[in-house]
């Protein structure tokens, strides 16, 4: 197993360093637990590949919900030099990273509710989302000492927050003449279907979004990874991509690495134990998956207490000892069982739950989810490693 931090290591923020130098035991124990591995490498490349996407235009990298699960505090740290910014939901993710040493921009989505929380953000030097009248209101007319770059969401199709094309006029000039708030704020949408085959929801949301905001001074932006990739005549001055960073696809079709990324996150355990399992019996909770013939199970050390989703059928892909198998069997809290028909395995065998060699996207489909949903929900028990 790799060293988890070599010499790239110094360049990590040094709590960062010891809490994963920490996580990994060498002891056998921690070997049979599932591990997280995260490469920096492809992490720098993806980074690369959005930062050529944008063209011209800025980056707020999205690490909200830690980072899509990678650990916000290493992602910003290893992409900081692509990226021109960091984008998170909540003021207090925003913080966090302010605490972990990030000085670029960080645009906090889901905004202020008080004066309190602006006067926070201000301090911060963090961008609130305006996204509801009440925030403007509950901002007011006082200032913070420090004036805060504040951004307005407008909403063209996605109908989930953000004022309306109608609504954007009188929206734009209250927040632009708070005296808390920098004057020209930023003006954002969010597309809601960009990662489908049809373009033209999106192309109805860009030109609605040019159309409003014809006049505005402020900095623009429109695009998440799939807008980034797709649409790249949607404009703005700043692209906001998250999925792609981290090596998923940000598309309903096609796989990740059709569009050169490689994937950051690889979720790896092992074999603990082969079995004999007789034509008729049945394996795991609720009998879910029933032997057609006498056949030998593999049971993996891993469960939806790690995060892997309970509710993958039977038929999910898995690689033991890279080969492709298949997942039998309802998923338990710590452990899987899986088919080893014609599969060459002992036990202690690595197996790749996603990552590397079996793409996230592929396990996302068959678990009816999506790769960004399986990345947020790994839990702390899993242990984290960092590699070149
Ligand atoms: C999460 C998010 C993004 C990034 O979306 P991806 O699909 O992960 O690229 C961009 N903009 C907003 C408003 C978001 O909430």
């Known amino acids: 197993m790799a060293e988890p931090q070599s010499k790239s290591g110094s360049e990590l923020v040094p709590e960062l360093v010891s809490e994963f130098r920490a996580a990994p035991k060498t002891e056998s124990s921690a070997l049979r637990r599932p591990q997280l591995t995260m490469d920096l490498s492809a992490l720098r490349h993806n980074a690369v590949v959005a930062k050529q996407a944008a063209g ?32 998170v939901a909540s003021l207090g993710e925003g913080e966090a990273l302010r605490q972990a040493g990030v000085t670029q921009r960080i645009m906090v989505l889901q905004g202020v509710m008080s004066q309190t929380e602006a006067r926070r953000a201000a301090q911060r030097f963090l961008e609130p989302v305006f996204h509801h009248v009440s925030q403007i209101e509950a901002v007011g007319r006082v200032g913070f000492g420090l004036p805060l770059t504040a951004w307005l969401k407008l909403d063209t199709g996605m109908h989930r927050v953000g004022f309306t094309a109608d609504e954007f006029p009188e929206a734009y000039a209250r927040l632009s003449t708070l005296r808390g708030v920098r004057p020209n704020p930023g003006v954002l949408t969010h597309f809601a279907r960009a990662d489908e085959p049809n373009p033209a929801p999106t192309h109805a949301q860009i030109d609605l979004f040019h159309q409003v905001t014809a006049t505005v001074q402020g900095d623009t932006s429109l695009c998440n990874s799939a807008g980034l990739l797709a649409f790249p005549d949607a404009g703005g001055d700043w692209v906001r991509p998250g999925i792609m960073l981290y090596g998923g696809n940000p598309f309903v079709t096609g796989t990740a690495a059709d569009h050169g990324l490689r994937p950051v996150m690889t979720l790896t355990t092992r074999l603990i134990a082969i079995r004999t399992v007789q034509a008729g019996e049945t394996v795991g909770y609720g009998g879910r998956f029933t032997a057609s013939e006498t056949m030998p199970v593999g049971v993996v050390a891993i469960g939806y207490g790690d995060g892997y989703p309970r509710h993958a059928p039977d038929g999910t892909p898995i690689l033991v000892n890279g080969q492709r198998a298949r997942l039998i069997g309802r998923v338990s809290m710590d452990l899987i069982t899986v ?25 996302a489909s068959a678990a009816l989810t999506i790769s960004y949903e399986l990345m947020c929900q790994m839990s702390g028990r899993v242990a984290r490693r960092i590699v070149e």
């Not at 650990?71 to 960091?86: H, L, N, P, Y």
């Not at 080893?340 to 396990?363: H, K, M, N």
Request: proline share 2%.
């Open 339 to 363: 088919d080893l028909r014609g599969i060459t395995a002992s036990v202690g065998d690595s197996v790749e739950c996603w990552g590397a060699q079996l793409p996230i996207d592929e396990v």
């Open 56 to 87: 011209g235009r800025k980056l707020f990298a999205a690490v909200k919900a830690d980072g899509y699960g990678h650990g916000a505090a290493m992602v910003t740290q290893a992409i900081r030099e692509s990226m021109d910014g960091f984008m």
